[in-house]
């Protein structure tokens, strides 16, 4: 995973109540991106961030999702009020040289 | 939205046999990424490639380009069991700081 750190690696929640993911890339990558997969699904873009801004964040759902990543401390996908179709992996990933991107080893999130 | 189809969507072939795998689109990206996910992993990246046309190898695998940059093929060689496991296909639409846009992926099975 090229040193991309995710934690918990797995989560748990009732619907109803907040999840929060969390993503710490390498030292010196600003750059972040978070991807869902859903089962039986391939990997869909949801966010990118540098330190402090949301750059593109044209793949997150309307409501009840959003991200931050802070000038220090980790890159933080919060889901509000989780529903059973957030069960999914949720996968961060730190911008490399030019077009690469290193992947951390996700989040499995499962709402019961 | 740009959209990249995989094919075959599972293989299962014995083991020393050749295969290739195709990642293709009606759009065109600046750089194509592959990737090898594992279960309960992150995707792992093997190689990009950036120039149409371009042909880059690691080992038995052979990762081509389409002149078109619309278009990639994976050919591994003799394959082993060590082989076996989700291949994803990338594109990328800008430079640095750009989303994925992934296929569904490939999942292969290699038989001792």
């Known amino acids: 995973n090229a040193g991309v750190m995710q934690n918990p690696r797995h989560l748990v929640r009732r619907r109803g109540q907040e999840a929060r993911l969390r993503c710490s890339p390498m030292k010196g990558h600003s750059h972040v991106y978070w991807y869902r997969q859903l089962p039986e699904e391939g990997l869909k873009f949801m966010v990118y961030?540098?330190?402090?801004?949301?750059?593109?964040e044209s793949g997150m759902p309307k409501e009840r999702f959003s991200a931050e990543f802070p000038k220090e401390g980790p890159s933080i996908l919060r889901i509000q009020q989780v529903v059973r179709g957030d069960s999914a992996a949720y996968f961060c990933?730190?911008?490399?040289?030019?077009?690469?991107?290193?992947f951390g080893p996700g989040t499995r999130l499962t709402v019961t | 939205t740009q959209l990249l189809e995989q094919s075959p969507q599972f293989l299962s072939i014995q083991e020393g046999e050749n295969l290739t795998v195709y990642c293709n689109s009606s759009?065109?990206?600046?750089?194509l990424q592959w990737y090898r996910q594992e279960p309960g992993e992150g995707p792992v990246l093997l190689v990009t490639?950036?120039?149409?046309?371009e042909v880059k190898k690691l080992k038995r695998l052979t990762f081509q380009f389409g002149d078109a940059r619309k278009d990639s093929s994976l050919h591994i060689t003799a394959a082993q069991p060590g082989d076996t496991g989700l291949y994803l296909c990338a594109g990328a639409e800008g430079t640095s700081g750009s989303r994925l846009t992934f296929g569904e992926g490939t999942q292969l099975t290699v038989n001792p």
């Open positions: 990933a730190a911008g490399g040289s030019f077009y690469e991107q290193y």
């Open positions: 490639v950036v120039t149409g046309g």
């Open positions: 759009s065109v990206f600046s750089s």
């Open positions: 961030l540098q330190k402090e801004n949301i750059i593109d």
